[in-house]
């Protein structure tokens, strides 16, 4: 898992370090919150139910992204335990946790969280 988080924070290192021209980036740094979603305990759901759980899954993305408490989300492209990874911009760690739990989808077991705060370059973007 070390090996993996340290692969994650070197990619998003270097590719934010592309983006070091864009106005928004200050030079100063911050705190940000990397979200593991992996795969939950309860994934037994029936189709239309589970179905239910992305839709509003999705909506709880958006929603964070819309509020600006996460700048970056995606799945991950292979069949393993986490599932996606998304990057927060809360205060602190029990705001991140707290917004996290409440994503329907860990709500019901589907997917589970794991964060680690994570140091970058305030306003540096991904293209």
Not at 12 to 22: D, G, I, K, P, R
Not at 34 to 46: A, E, H, I, W
Not at 91 to 120: F, T
Request: net charge neutral.
């Amino acid at each position: 898992m070390k090996e993996l988080l340290l692969l994650i924070s070197l990619c998003l290192f270097s590719t934010s370090a592309f983006c070091q021209q864009n106005p928004a980036a200050t030079g100063e740094m911050k705190t940000y919150y990397l979200v593991f979603l992996k795969k939950g305990t309860n994934r037994s759901q029936d189709s239309t139910t589970a179905a239910a759980i992305q839709e509003g899954h999705m909506a709880h993305l958006n929603k964070m992204a819309a509020s600006g408490k996460m700048d970056l989300a995606g799945p991950l492209m292979e069949d393993g335990d986490i599932r996606g990874i998304c990057v927060y911009n809360t205060a602190n760690l029990e705001e991140a946790k707290k917004l996290a739990e409440e994503d329907p989808a860990v709500k019901s077991g589907r997917l589970m969280v794991e964060i680690h705060p994570w140091y970058s370059m305030k306003g540096a973007c991904l293209k």
